[in-house]
């Protein structure tokens, strides 16, 4: 029986493994791929899944599309998880081609010894993005990385640096994402440092998720005999640390998740960003609104200390409340009806955040994202039509933290 390509998107928290699959899902379809897609995100928001079920390009209800959040697919559960969405898309869809995008949290040993003889599956790419600005900024160009990689492994403790570093270590083509704010001599200063990772793989340069479609699609089956030995000592140091004392400095990812139907005071949101990212925060995405541009539902994107914030669409309660918003009677009576199942006072609209990073630097940003929601006061401020200080680009675009 022939086996279904599989091609898995890797990546560290926020290195644009999202943007890419969007942009592979597009090619694909122009190419009249029959494509299923897996998405994990470890958050229980599902930001990632709601992102590309939105290109309807794929879907639940057309069978080829299986979302697994609130938990790390290379976890035991995930792994669960996967190995169920696998049988169903096989048995319900038959694809002839399957991607998988991770969580940024997710190790790739784990899912490599899963699919190492797997009976339906052929493993053709494992794919690691890693975000090029995060590492000029953070790991002085990669080699802090390595660093700090190398200094875990003496010590025999855990870090970020080891997560990343595995990464690379196990892809089969890293990509360096988000190059077009770097010069080529600084990509090549990255490609120079983590080069002796992994020698045996190709290192590309890509922005705004551009790849070969044609490179990705004629990739050789995954080489598991080259890592074979890699995989075989990491699961020993892992079986020695399940046996370590409490005394292990292994680092963990926290996740927390902000949910509020209340609108953000856009100045105070502008002076937390500027405050607290890149402080500890790896990741925060998921989809919110402002007192000042109260019918735009807008896109949370950031990683480490930039942001990203997108018009994703508007709330139907902001169209309701444009009195020259061009609708008929029959649609304005349809959403006011769409609306007022909301049970909320301000609609549909809400603000619906995950963060994940951490310790410390998780709980404060988390919390100072709370104070950054209009008070009652200035709620009945803006019910009454009053004005906000807003910072932001009228042109909603990425924000470099100071």
């Not at 897609?37 to 309807?56: H, R």
């Not at 444009?322 to 959403?335: K, P, Q, T, Y």
Request: aromatic share 8%; charged share 25%.
């Amino acid at each position: 029986m022939l086996k279904t390509p599989l091609i898995i998107l890797n990546g560290f928290l926020g290195a644009g493994k999202t943007t890419l699959l969007k942009s592979l899902l597009y090619k694909l379809r122009d190419q009249k791929v029959k494509l299923a897609v897996i998405v994990n995100d470890m958050s229980e928001l599902d930001v990632d899944g709601v992102i590309i079920a939105n290109t309807e390009l794929v879907s639940k209800t057309r069978l080829n599309f299986v979302s697994i959040s609130a938990t790390s697919i290379s976890s035991e559960q995930g792994i669960a998880r996967l190995d169920e969405a696998l049988n169903n898309l096989h048995s319900e869809f038959q694809p002839d081609l399957l991607l998988l995008e991770t969580s940024g949290s997710s190790h790739p040993a784990p899912l490599l010894r899963y699919f190492r003889q797997h009976n339906t599956v052929v493993l053709k790419g494992f794919l690691t993005l890693a975000d090029a600005v995060m590492l000029r900024d953070d790991y002085r160009s990669g080699e802090a990385l390595v660093e700090g990689f190398q200094r875990h492994m003496a010590q025999g403790t855990q870090g970020v640096e080891n997560l990343l570093a595995e990464q690379i270590m196990l892809s089969s083509k890293l990509l360096l994402t988000k190059t077009d704010r770097l010069s080529a001599s600084a990509v090549q200063k990255i490609a120079h440092h983590l080069h002796p990772l992994n020698p045996y793989i190709d290192i590309m340069a890509t922005q705004w998720g551009e790849v070969d479609l044609a490179m990705l699609t004629s990739l050789p089956a995954y080489n598991f005999h080259l890592v074979a030995q890699l995989l075989d000592e990491m699961e020993l140091m892992r079986q020695g640390r399940a046996d370590a004392s409490a005394e292990s400095e292994d680092y963990t990812l926290e996740t927390r998740v902000i949910d509020d139907k209340r609108p953000f005071h856009p100045q105070r949101l502008w002076d937390t960003c500027q405050q607290f990212l890149g402080k500890g925060v790896h990741r925060s995405k998921g989809f919110f609104w402002m007192a000042s541009r109260d019918d735009l539902a807008l896109l949370w994107n950031q990683a480490a200390g930039s942001i990203n914030l997108e018009f994703v669409s508007y709330w139907k309660a902001g169209v309701l409340a444009h009195v020259d918003s061009g609708l008929m009677a029959e649609e304005r009576l349809r959403l006011e009806q769409q609306v007022a199942k909301q049970c909320s006072r301000f609609g549909d609209r809400r603000c619906r955040l995950t963060v994940i990073g951490e310790g410390a630097g998780v709980a404060e940003f988390t919390e100072a994202l709370k104070r950054s929601f209009c008070t009652e006061a200035e709620i009945s401020h803006w019910q009454q039509g009053g004005v906000f200080n807003d910072p932001w680009p009228q042109r909603i675009a990425r924000l470099k933290a100071k």
